[in-house]
Each structure stands twice: as structure tokens, then as C-alpha cells.
């Protein structure tokens, strides 16, 4: 079934947590470890309008569709950024703009290259660069919406799971927006399947990599993908991917995961 972007905007609204009891850390504070991965999540979703940014030096902002839903999920993911915020708050943990922009200034000369990059490649692609960003884009999502359900199962507090379960229900919209894209933007062009193969086999690294402290990334998804649960969630990611037109085969996610969680499992050097 198509996806409806009419219906998606106009249905679109914050995700909610005015009704969930936030009061309740207060006397059931989080172990540091699931905070830690909560300020990961969190980090990722304030930097959605960096992505959004980059992203408008290429052929994507001039698609009526493709522009209308970045809109859209620039606004969800900033809430979820909000929502996860106000969890760490309530542990004194500040998420705040001069946190962010901290955060930015560390990349340095990569963050003024980033947007010169993307217009540079999309150049070279031509018009099939679409179909490489969606079909990025719903690896990425595909990553954010597993996250999210695997912390929900794994977590033992209440509010932060159902939390955590209603962000991951929006974010499967997003999945299904750029799955749909894809899917028809791959099946139209045998280039765009060549270049999109190559692209997330040799490139793709799971959503945050190049934006977190690299043993923040092997951390996360040490807790999140590890064990036979984890395997086999990377597995069901993948049979997902591959079966966009042209992609079939690709195993993206188990390779990713597997070489996090031996970055993660490895002894540290003497």
C-alpha cells in the first residue's frame, strides 16, 4: 500500500508524555547505564536538523513529497528529542541548546564539509540520488524503531518503556514513508540499485555513528543487540533492507552490530 503523505501531515502530532507520571523517577531514579543510552537517543534525535540541513543542498528538497515529509519528521523527532530531554532532566541531566552546540562545535571543520559533501554527491548521482537517500533513510529508521522496542522490552520502569514504545510507534511511520520511496524510486532505476547497494555495504554505519563519541556508539548497541535476541533482531533488519528491489542479500545490520559488539566485548590494552 502507498503511503499517504496527505494524510500523514495532517494527522502528524507531538509525541505525548503530559499523561505519564515523570514525577515517578524522582523516587525511581534510572541506573546510570539506561541514562547513558538515553542521552545517546536523545543527542540523535536533537540532531535531526543537521540531517534536514545537509540534506537541502540535494535533488531531495525539491521533490513535493519527499520535502513535505522532512518537514513533518523534523518536528516528531524534535518532540522526541523533548521527551527523552525531560526524562534526563529529572535525573539533573541537562540537554539544552549550549550542551547541542557544544557537541557541534567538536566536529569542527567536518560539520561546515558535511552540507558540501551531500551537494557534491548528489551532483555525481544525478537524479538517483532520491532513491540512495531513501533507502539510507529507512536503514536509519529501521535502527532507530528497533532501538526503541529493544530498550521498551529490556527496560524494567514502567513509564520510561511505555515512553519509549509510543516514540517508537511514530518512528514507524517514518520507516514506512521511506520504505515506500524507495522501493519505487529502486525499482525504476537499475543505477540508482548499484550505487545504493554499494553505498550501504561499504558505508552505512547504524544511525549516530558519525555524530556520537565512537565508544558511546559501540556502547549503545553493546546493550541494545547484544545476545541471541539481538542476533536475531539483526537479522530480521536485514531480510527487511533486502528485500527493496536490487538489495537483496545485503546483511548491513548483523555486519554492523557484530563488529560493535566485538569493539565492545574485546579487552581493553594494558
Sequence with gaps: MAFDIDEYAAGSRA???????FDHFRDNPLPPDTLRTLRYMTDVEYHT?????????????????VARFMVTWNREEFWHGEAL?????????????DELRANRLKFGWRDYLDPATQSTLSRLVGKDFIAVHMSWGAANEYTAVSAYKRMAALET??????????????????????VSQARKRLADSRKAQIITRFLLDKVWRPVGS?????????????????????????RR?????????????????????GRLLAEGAAPVPA
Design 157 to 178: 520502569d514502567p513509564v520510561l518503556a511505555e515512553l519509549l514504545r509510543r516514540i517508537a510507534q511514530q518512528e514507524s511511520k517514518h520507516v514506512a514513508f521511506y
Design 85 to 97: 530531554a525531560s526524562v534526563l532532566r529529572m535525573h539533573d541531566i541537562e540537554v539544552g541548546f
Design 210 to 234: 558519525s555524530i556520537m563519541p565512537h565508544e558511546e556508539v559501540v556502547y549503545v548497541f553493546g546493550q541494545l543487540m547484544s545476545g541471541p535476541a539481538g542476533a536475531a533482531e539483526a
Design 15 to 21: 509525541v505525548r508524555w503530559d499523561d505519564l507520571d
Design 237 to 257: 533488519l536485514d531480510a527487511s533492507i533486502s528485500a527493496l528491489p536490487g538489495l537483496s542479500g545485503l546483511q548491513i545490520f548483523a555486519n554492523s552490530f
Design 49 to 65: 536538523i543537521c540531517y534536514t540541513r545537509d540534506l537541502l543542498t540535494t535533488p531531495s528538497h525539491t521533490d513535493d513529497d
